[in-house]
């Protein structure tokens, strides 16, 4: 059993700045690749940023220069700061990561997505 819980999302004026949190908890041995998504209605859930466990990270276009993408693995934990917020930025966002367990599973968890809004 693995856990992804998210927090931070919310209500953000244009260029204000949130950081959202993602704690894996449960039956973990390692973890892997950890990364950030985002979807509106009527589109694909898009990646955000991408993180591995070695701290190489990844961004999609639209978040460069903006976003940036953190872990703390002692902590289990990924982060993602938002800057300099826009409306597009508007969506659900959800963490996942590739967790191998106590029992060397390895398999892919998501979070249960948190809001985030920007709007004036």
């Known amino acids: 059993q693995v856990q992804l819980v998210e927090s931070g999302g919310g209500l953000v004026q244009p260029g204000g700045s949130l950081r959202l949190s993602c704690a894996a908890s449960?039956?973990?041995?390692?973890?892997?690749?950890m990364g950030w998504y985002r979807q509106v209605p009527g589109k694909q859930r898009d990646l955000v940023a991408h993180?591995?466990?070695?701290?190489?990270?990844t961004y999609a276009d639209s978040v460069k220069g903006r976003f940036t993408i953190s872990r703390d693995n002692a902590k289990n934990t990924v982060y993602l700061q938002m800057n300099s917020l826009k409306p597009e930025d508007t969506a659900v966002y959800y963490c996942?990561?590739?967790?191998?367990?106590?029992?060397?599973?390895?398999?892919?968890?998501w979070g249960q997505g948190t809001q985030v809004t920007v709007s004036s």
């Open positions: 449960g039956s973990i041995f390692s973890i892997h690749a």
């Open positions: 996942n990561a590739d967790v191998t367990d106590k029992y060397a599973v390895t398999r892919t968890f």
């Open positions: 993180i591995t466990s070695g701290g190489r990270t």
